[in-house]
């Protein structure tokens, strides 16, 4: 089995706090931690929620989070498609029933300054990959399924730029991908534009900078470190070398409303699970390891929530 991260996005620069949820730990987990305004990773929060992996998480609303789909049971890696709810005091809300198809191993993003979308991802078992999109309102309401634009993949990441657009860039679609699609402020998503950087999946990607957004980690044959940023207008850098244990699985998130965090993830070959996490500041230097907080785990999702620091 190919080793699959979820989706993962950042929010509007104005966030100040973020928040890592569920994962995989040898079974589902819903557990969360919090991140603080300066990038301190908090101590485990119990879960609510149905404990599940390979999930994908944005903001809405400009200070809420959403976290989507995702699988129940990692062996027969077949997708669910419940959402869960997080306040703008960092509270996971109980499942909330599924609008749509199933999918694992999408990408998730905010656009539009409130709202978010999910797109790509497969359903199970990794056979179908899908291009269908889902738009989140700025209440957090999940629309019907909408048949997708770009190259149908899965194990992709999205991120916002722009202040109010989004990009979803890697994945895997029959082999590793480095190609992207732009999503509007009204949650169009485009056609494909060619790679940059080393093709990949399983990677994490957020924010910073208030409206640029960095993609980083994954697997390329191996577990990567490397990252590419992307300026306000949309376009990917190549390759920065990488800084941090090398790994695939982990999640990112915005934080202190201009900055960024990756954290988490797995090694690629052992599927040993870490909790180290690496600040990114607000030009896109990605720090060393820092010691890390919480159950160990990968195959999680991230967002960032609150206008209060």
Do not use: C, W
């Not at 908090?42 to 989070?65: E, I, L, M, N």
């Not at 959403?66 to 077949?78: K, L, Q």
């Not at 957090?140 to 992709?156: H, P, S």
């Amino acid at each position: 089995m190919f080793p699959i991260i979820p989706a993962n996005s950042a929010t509007s620069s104005a966030t100040q706090k973020g928040i890592f949820a569920y994962g995989q730990t040898g079974s589902d987990i819903s557990i969360s931690n919090l991140v603080n305004s300066s990038g301190v990773v908090a101590t485990d929060v119990a879960g609510v929620g149905t404990g599940r992996s390979y999930t994908y998480a944005a903001s809405y609303g400009g200070d809420k989070a959403i976290f989507g789909g995702g699988t129940t049971n990692r062996g027969t890696s077949v997708g669910t498609g419940v959402t869960n709810l997080v306040s703008n005091e960092g509270v996971v809300a109980s499942d909330t029933a599924a609008v749509g198809a199933a999918r694992m191993g999408s990408a998730a993003a905010g656009y539009g300054g409130d709202k978010a979308i999910f797109a790509f991802g497969t359903p199970s078992n990794y056979v179908y990959i899908s291009n269908t999109r889902n738009l989140i309102s700025n209440t957090g309401v999940k629309a019907a399924d909408v048949t997708g634009a770009g190259t149908a993949r899965y194990l992709t990441t999205g991120a916002s730029y722009g202040g109010d657009k989004a990009i979803m860039a890697y994945g895997y679609a029959g082999g590793a991908t480095s190609q992207s699609n732009l999503v509007s402020n009204t949650g169009v998503v485009g056609s494909d534009v060619s790679g940059v950087g080393t093709a990949r999946y399983g990677g994490a990607s957020t924010s910073y900078g208030g409206d640029k957004a960095i993609f980083g980690f994954g697997y390329a044959g191996g577990g990567i470190s490397i990252t590419n940023l992307v300026s306000n207008i949309g376009v990917i850098s190549a390759n920065v070398t990488g800084v941090g244990t090398v790994r695939n699985a982990p999640a990112a998130s915005t934080y202190g409303g201009d900055k960024a965090i990756f954290a988490y993830g797995a090694h690629a070959i052992t599927g040993s699970a870490y909790n180290m996490s690496n600040l990114v500041n607000n030009l896109g230097v990605v720090a060393s390891d820092t010691a890390g907080v919480g159950t160990a785990r990968s195959y999680l999702a991230a967002a960032g929530f609150s206008f209060s620091a």
